[in-house]
């Protein structure tokens, strides 16, 4: 094998070393070459020392015995005898830049926290008319991205397929029509206007405390986290508890002005659009923070006491002033006489303020094995905490459901409870989890993974997004901007709070844009999966039923 030289050195032991040059070239040839190669390294620039490098290397692979060897091989000292090698792999994709950081551009002093009061919150909440008065100036939204946002490769909860069911009424009629959006302000509280990723709201009248202001800050991170993505819409929106469109009221020909109205709940009986409610951004008057931040409480709460070192009792602590099952519920309370297996105590947030929220921290209300919810004026934000603790669920018959409670089910997720006989079927509930220790804790755990897991806030914005979007594609009309309509985004709202509402409005601001497209929704469910869902749910509730008769004589 012939080896090019670099220096003259190595040439002359390269021509020794092989013997089947030796008869090519002379001993004298070799030192003459050598002597050659040094004077010509002396005198010649770069260029020339390597045309003449060259041109030995062509003279000594024409000679035949390294007639045969590739040029490439014969260059390589391992050419003989190669390794194999693995193919050498292809530069990596540069990594695609980070998502820019949003920011609120207002004075320093108003984003300042420690000069607001966070221990504290306003009586009467100001922050949205304040915004909604003042003269200032929104900054264009963000551009929308240059390239559709690539599929983000999940499929979204099971829960989902319920957006299909809630439009489905419109659907049938053939779409939303201004004088239906019109009917619907009988009872909003506020109108939404989208146009072009600019958010404009029309106050109607006064919401309970700052629930509009948190729902539309909602609104707002949205239009931040998918900048481009929220179609034009014009939309109803009514912050109190109970639905009130009633399904009875538009068969028929009054389908036509069917009124598609926005809230937190909705019941069998009526048509009211289910929407995430605004305590997943935040609620100031009783210092609950914004779900990201919870969640994580919660988490933590729950890794404070492993489940059978828990207090083997049924847990409720909250307001039972607000409805009459609530009223019964504190006679379940343990007494000189009778011990139902539950542990009650009423909420006074009047008191909880003026402490501090030192009691009502709900990372600290996991102590016990099983927890209650019930509904109070109508459905309770209350009720993902408590599936979150990892307590088995002890759930009092609902009337109403929220956007994700209607893919819970009994047994899987909680442990239904008579709403007629609250007493004995909570005690028959805590004596059976006691008796059966890993089935209680199983169920407890399987409503926390699913809170944990199927409704973080990327679950939240996602669901938010396919419901919007799916509702702008009924739109009769192009949505415009009513003229008491005023635009707002998040600085004219984070600008003018103060407070706890400030404090919650920065933590759960959107500081970027996601760089993927929303879950995949699922189509909607065909009559048949509705039900076999129903009659799954009233067969476990019945089976429950029976064992309490059988063993309580009931």
């Not at 009223?327 to 009650?344: F, G, M, Y």
């Not at 601001?509 to 760089?515: E, F, I």
């Not at 048949?528 to 009659?535: D, N």
Request: proline letters at 8%.
């Amino acid at each position: 094998m012939a080896t090019a030289a670099p220096a003259a050195a190595a040439a002359a032991a390269d021509c020794r070393r092989r013997a089947v040059l030796a008869g090519a070239l002379s001993r004298t040839s070799a030192a003459f070459l050598f002597l050659t190669v040094v004077a010509v390294a002396a005198l010649v620039s770069g260029r020339w020392i390597a045309a003449t490098t060259t041109t030995l290397q062509g003279r000594l692979m024409r000679l035949p015995t390294t007639a045969s060897i590739p040029a490439a091989a014969a260059l390589h000292p391992e050419a003989e005898h190669p390794h194999p090698q693995p193919p050498r792999p292809s530069p990596a994709a540069p990594p695609p830049p980070p998502p820019t950081l949003y920011s609120i551009s207002c004075p320093a002093a108003l984003l300042n926290l420690s000069h607001s009061h966070p221990t504290g919150a306003p009586k009467t909440s100001q922050t949205l008319a304040r915004a909604l008065s003042s003269s200032s100036t929104c900054l264009p939204p963000p551009p929308a991205p240059a390239a559709a946002a690539p599929s983000s490769n999940r499929s979204c909860p099971s829960y989902f397929r319920y957006i299909h069911e809630d439009l489905r009424p419109w659907r049938a009629a053939g779409g939303v029509t201004r004088a239906m959006i019109a009917r619907a302000r009988l009872t909003a509280t506020f109108r939404l206007v989208v146009l072009g990723g600019r958010a404009y709201v029309q106050r109607l009248r006064p919401a309970f405390q700052t629930r509009d202001l948190f729902t539309v800050w909602g609104v707002l991170q949205l239009l931040r986290r998918y900048p481009g993505r929220v179609p034009d819409l014009d939309l109803m929106f009514d912050t109190v508890d109970w639905p009130v469109v009633r399904a009875h009221l538009y068969r028929g020909k009054y389908a036509d002005v069917m009124p598609p109205l926005f809230r937190y709940c909705g019941d069998d009986r009526t048509l009211d659009i289910v929407f995430p409610d605004w305590s997943f951004w935040g609620w100031p008057e009783i210092n609950i923070k914004p779900w990201d931040a919870l969640q994580e409480d919660l988490k933590d709460g729950n890794n404070r006491v492993r489940w059978m070192d828990r207090e083997p009792y049924a847990y409720w602590k909250g307001n039972p002033s607000v409805s009459a099952t609530r009223q019964e519920l504190v006679k379940c309370n343990i007494s000189s006489t009778k011990d139902w297996n539950a542990r009650i105590y009423a909420q006074d947030w009047f008191k909880e303020s003026k402490a501090g929220y030192k009691d009502s921290d709900l990372g600290s209300q996991c102590s016990h094995r099983y927890k209650i919810y019930i509904e109070g004026s109508a459905w309770s934000i209350s009720q993902k905490y408590i599936l979150a603790c990892d307590s088995m669920t002890l759930l009092v018959t609902p009337k109403y459901y929220d956007f994700f409670s209607r893919s819970l089910m009994p047994i899987q997720h909680y442990w239904p409870v008579r709403d007629d006989n609250k007493c004995a079927s909570i005690k028959y509930a805590v004596d059976w989890g006691n008796s059966h220790k890993q089935l209680a804790q199983r169920i407890g755990k399987q409503a926390s993974n699913f809170i944990q897991e199927e409704l973080s806030m990327d679950h939240v914005y996602d669901y938010m997004l396919h419901l919007l979007t799916e509702y702008a594609k009924l739109l009769k009309f192009k949505p415009t901007k009513p003229p008491e309509a005023v635009e707002v985004c998040s600085e004219s709202l984070a600008c003018q709070a103060e407070g706890l509402e400030k404090k919650f409005l920065v933590d759960s601001m959107v500081k970027s844009a996601h760089d993927a497209g929303p879950c995949d929704l699922h189509p909607p469910f065909s009559s048949y999966e509705l039900k076999m869902l129903k009659q799954r749910k009233e067969n476990s509730v019945k089976q429950i039923e029976m064992w309490e008769q059988r063993d309580l004589g009931a």
